[in-house]
């Protein structure tokens, strides 16, 4: 029976060109390649809103008031004799001021944030399970005949 195809084995009963005739085998393994790509993990929305909050401002505020003030009539606040008055006096009218908070709001600009984004680096160990073939030689020790032929018989 004949080698399978692909086997490059020489006769078994010529020792010369065994010896002749270089025996190749082609030893394969797995390589980890590891590379990076770059995908979207969030997205950010930035948006502004007014929080409306009450505050107290004391306001230091004048009025005018009335101040009546008596005085004892002397002799030359008398009018002459002779000389009549009106009897309610002459009508005098003042005008009282006061001062009152006038409060508005106004729109300021106080602040300016500026919003970006780096980039930071930091390693990370990543694991694969890779193959590897490994060659035996397996040397044999009984005499070559058809009992000991190495590959399966069909």
Same mark, same amino acid.
């Given at each position: 029976m004949s080698p399978p195809a692909?086997?490059?084995?020489? $006769?078994?009963?010529d020792p010369a060109v065994a010896a002749a005739t270089p025996i190749e085998v082609v030893r394969s393994e797995g390589r980890l390649h590891v590379a990076t790509e770059r995908v979207a993990v969030e997205r950010v929305r930035i948006a502004k809103r007014?929080?409306?909050?009450?505050?107290?401002?004391?306001?230091q505020v004048r009025r005018?008031?009335?101040?009546?003030?008596?005085? $004892?009539?002397?002799?030359?606040?008398?009018h002459p004799r002779g000389e009549h008055q009106n009897p309610t006096g002459p009508v005098v009218e003042l005008v009282l001021h006061e001062e009152v908070p006038d409060v508005s709001t106004r729109v300021v600009a106080v602040e300016r944030v500026r919003i970006s984004t780096t980039s930071t680096a930091a390693?990370?160990?990543?694991?694969?399970?890779?193959?590897?073939?490994?060659?035996?030689?397996?040397?044999?020790?009984?005499?070559?005949? $058809?009992?000991?032929t190495p590959w399966p018989r069909r």
């Amino acid at each position: 029976m004949s080698p399978p195809a692909g086997r490059n084995d020489p $006769p078994a009963g010529d020792p010369a060109v065994a010896a002749a005739t270089p025996i190749e085998v082609v030893r394969s393994e797995g390589r980890l390649h590891v590379a990076t790509e770059r995908v979207a993990v969030e997205r950010v929305r930035i948006a502004k809103r007014i929080v409306t909050e009450t505050k107290m401002v004391t306001v230091q505020v004048r009025r005018e008031e009335l101040v009546v003030e008596r005085l $004892p009539v002397t002799s030359t606040d008398q009018h002459p004799r002779g000389e009549h008055q009106n009897p309610t006096g002459p009508v005098v009218e003042l005008v009282l001021h006061e001062e009152v908070p006038d409060v508005s709001t106004r729109v300021v600009a106080v602040e300016r944030v500026r919003i970006s984004t780096t980039s930071t680096a930091a390693d990370r160990i990543e694991q694969a399970t890779v193959r590897r073939e490994v060659i035996d030689v397996v040397e044999d020790t009984e005499k070559p005949g $058809p009992a000991s032929t190495p590959w399966p018989r069909r």
